[in-house]
């Protein structure tokens, strides 16, 4: 998202002096551990935004990602197989169409302007970061292929896990859930967002992927999220146009850090990842757990502040250490597994502003002259910390 790190302060917009923005004072129910921290300064968002944006009805699944550029107007949104660009009053600009995989969550990297998003092709064993030139879609149904506006960079790291034999018998089970194979569960990628290294409050702005994860509830070793983080400054090297039919595999052969929270198993894992920095929270939204024992909350934070630990990741047939991320100290606390969380819906979707204001998505399936189509809207939400739902949706 454009401007992730706009300090909330008076400003002057359009010759116009504009008050300090929203939460300049924490609000009630505002947690000490979860205070807004210290970000670098640029120009702050405009106080006035639309509290609901519409991102139209599309014969495709249901929308899985929104990133916002406020700065420039646009809102890009991931509807699994297309990618739609729209206006912050939700006229489409554009659609980038033709995907045969899973488009999942998506974000704005502020470097290069570009949108990135996870990309899945699991016939194929084959996990990609798809790369839109956003300021070519200027029509809709643009080919993600042929239209010159998509790229795309392998993830080898996903694939070894994904297709991993763990139970040894020389047989890949595929995509299926009713298995040990898969190492962590892994069924996936779906949540990416741009963010400094955890434990650090600035620097060069990594990329996360977060693993999707099979819900099973017959095994142990797929109760934590993972999360791969990437450095993408030198990734125009391994981008390639994507060739569906016969896919690429260039890419970097390894991560630049590989980490884990421990949440319990949920249902496809991460769904909508994203950096926060008015809280300095690492959002995870996910669809609830079913595993006994658990909590199974609908959304977690991971402190941003707090450095990645060596531990020992829990329910490993062999013991195996890793780096550990820390759940924020606040919302729901269940004593028997020591897991935080809230229950939330930023699972279609969730953009942070940098301000304590956020874009949620909401999604639902629609008839629109007998043809079955997925619509997806955002509201406006604010930051309060409270228990057990930590926002507010903001009024006009």
């Not at 968002?45 to 991102?55: C, R, S, V």
């Not at 292929?145 to 993830?155: F, K, P, R």
């Not at 402190?303 to 020992?312: F, H, Q, W």
């Not at 942070?352 to 955002?378: H, I, N, P, S, W």
Request: with cysteine; hydrophobic share 35%; net charge negative.
């Amino acid at each position: 998202m454009r401007g992730k790190y706009r300090t909330a302060r008076a400003a002057v917009v359009a010759g116009i002096a504009v008050p300090a923005l929203l939460l300049t004072a924490a609000p009630a129910g505002f947690a000490a551990a979860t205070a807004p921290a210290a970000a670098p300064a640029a120009k702050p968002l405009p106080p006035k935004l639309p509290t609901h944006i519409e991102g139209g009805a599309w014969p495709t699944s249901h929308v899985q990602g929104v990133t916002v550029d406020t700065e420039r107007g646009f809102v890009y949104w991931s509807f699994t197989q297309m990618l739609v660009k729209t206006d912050l009053e939700g006229n489409v600009i554009g659609t980038v169409e033709g995907l045969t995989g899973h488009l999942g969550d998506i974000d704005l990297n502020d470097r290069d302007g570009r949108v990135y998003g996870s990309l899945e092709y699991k016939a194929e064993e084959a996990f990609y970061i798809a790369v839109f030139d956003v300021d070519k879609i200027d029509r809709v149904g643009m080919n993600a292929e042929s239209d010159g506006v998509m790229t795309a960079v392998h993830l080898d790291e996903v694939v070894e896990d994904f297709t991993a034999d763990m139970n040894g018998d020389g047989v890949f089970d595929g995509d299926t859930a009713n298995t040990p194979d898969h190492r962590y569960g892994c069924s996936g990628i779906d949540g990416v967002s741009f963010g400094p290294e955890f434990g650090k409050r600035g620097g060069v702005q990594k990329l996360m992927v977060a693993y999707g994860v099979y819900s099973n509830t017959t095994r142990a070793d797929n109760d934590h999220q993972v999360v791969l983080e990437y450095d993408v400054r030198d990734w125009r090297r391994y981008e390639r146009p994507l060739s569906q039919a016969d896919p690429h595999r260039s890419g970097p052969k390894r991560t630049d850090g590989k980490y884990f929270a421990y949440t319990g198993n949920t249902t496809y894992g991460v769904q909508n990842l994203q950096y926060d920095p008015y809280t300095r929270n690492w959002i995870m939204a996910v669809y609830d757990g079913v595993k006994e024992g658990f909590p199974n909350y609908s959304f977690f934070t991971v402190d941003g502040s707090k450095e990645p630990v060596r531990g020992e990741i829990k329910g490993q047939a062999k013991p195996e250490k890793g780096k550990l991320l820390t759940l924020r100290d606040a919302g729901l606390n269940d004593p028997e597994t020591g897991v935080r969380g809230w229950e939330f819906h930023g699972n279609y979707g969730i953009d942070a502003l940098g301000d304590g204001r956020y874009y949620v998505a909401e999604g639902r399936a629609v008839t629109e002259d007998g043809v079955r189509k997925q619509e997806g809207e955002v509201y406006l939400y604010r930051w309060t910390g409270e228990t057990p739902t930590p926002f507010e949706r903001v009024e006009d």
